[in-house]
């Protein structure tokens, strides 16, 4: 518990100590934050229906595919953006340890067989062994990281400032704009370089996720 924060959780950071935060999520494209969230939940495994939810209200579309790291393979996850007709490419946490003994026939089936966990385990390894998946999974890396990246080093964003889960998601929205702003005004000025003015809205609305009219 904190003192100053009633909605913090006591977690692990990145520095390998304990002390009391949130668990700040991104959903990006192209390195464009569409939708972020501030947690007390300090497992990642719960957070995909949340994180979907703020992409539809911030966006007022539904993505298609989802690509994300092992902390969110699990067997909810998958169900849940199976009823939402989303296409997951999400490796679950045993994911490379159990390839590399398929691989070398060293494989042990788990004693407590999970029939719906273990189909959605098949499907993932058939889609991200495909070559889809790899590219999706390089651009997933060269996506999400880049932009935690560049608010942690480039904007100096480590830790809030501000106290109560309200004003720390306030916080890192303007950090979020700030970071959006930086990446739009880049494209607008390679933009600038064309010489058809259509092409530079349609470009630009490609990459900022509208139909250009």
Known sequence: MSSTDKDATCMMMKEQYTAP???????????????YGVFSDRNDSHLMKPMIEEIQERTGKKPQIVPADAGYGNKRTYRYLKQQKITAFIPYNNYNKERIERNKDLYQPPQSYNTELEKYKFQQRLRLASEKGKQLMKRRREDIEPTIGDIKRNMGFRRFHLRGKYKCEIELGLVSIGHNLKKIKQWVKNLTN??????????LGKVLGYVAV
């Open 21 to 35: 935060g949130y668990n700040a999520q991104f959903a990006t494209e192209h390195q464009v934050i569409l939708a």
């Open 194 to 203: 064309w010489d058809n003015g259509l092409l530079k809205r349609q470009e």
